[in-house]
């Protein structure tokens, strides 16, 4: 009796230590794979469905904060404005958080596409980095047309991050150790650097072991 009562202690304390410490070796998958260029396991890691909704959510969020500081420009361009900026959001995160376009961001190790430079540029005009005389302007200039405004902003930024991207790419540090915290039972966190940025990795998990990405916190 004494032997099969270890035996089911020990068991317990197993299923116990992989139960907990699976994160932990996600995290150690994915920092790995990052190191190889493998793309496709992290792709293979990111439950879509969760990710773009958050980050649509992050950014849109950040927009209408950045047009509260600028009451002018919210009278110029009004209800319009915003909705043209949130749809190229919308668009920006639809076509870069791809498995796709995953895979070849992490096998390239950050070399800018089409899809990563119009994300920046989403991420430049939601976090308050619009050229405000400039819109100003063209809203005056174009009276009012908030899709050729829009276009010509966007354009802006996407040549602006598309230098920056680069300059990051080949300059920017990755972080060797990252911060791995438990936010719940079932919610787990990895933070730190890439390529200069920081970034916050906010995992689920599915099943008793298995670990999916269901957000990732933008700089």
């Not at 958050?54 to 509260?68: E, V, Y």
């Not at 800018?112 to 308050?128: D, F, G, Q, V, Y």
């Amino acid at each position: 009796m004494k032997k099969l009562i270890t035996l089911f202690t020990l068991l317990v304390v197993i299923i116990v230590a992989i139960y907990v410490g699976s994160p932990y070796y996600s995290a150690y998958q994915l920092k790995n794979a990052y190191d190889d260029k493998d793309g496709a396991t992290i792709a293979a890691a990111i439950n879509y469905d969760r990710v773009r909704p958050n980050i649509k959510t992050q950014l849109t969020s950040r927009f209408a904060n950045t047009m509260n500081q600028y009451p002018l420009v919210a009278e110029l361009g009004g209800e319009p404005l915003a909705k043209a900026a949130n749809s190229f959001i919308v668009q920006a995160v639809d076509s870069s958080v791809t498995p796709q376009n995953i895979e070849r961001l992490i096998n390239t190790q950050g070399q800018a596409n089409t899809a990563t430079k119009e994300l920046a540029a989403a991420w430049a005009i939601s976090s308050n980095q619009i050229d405000l005389k400039n819109l100003i302007q063209d809203l005056i200039i174009h009276r009012g047309d908030v899709d050729i405004v829009v276009k010509q902003q966007v354009q802006q930024m996407m040549n602006q991050q598309a230098a920056q991207l680069e300059q990051q790419a080949a300059q920017g540090t990755d972080s060797d150790k990252p911060t791995l915290n438990f936010c719940g039972l079932n919610c787990f966190t990895i933070s730190g650097q890439v390529k200069g940025y920081p970034i916050t990795i906010k995992m689920q998990r599915e099943g008793f072991i298995d670990w999916k990405i269901v957000d990732v916190v933008l700089p």
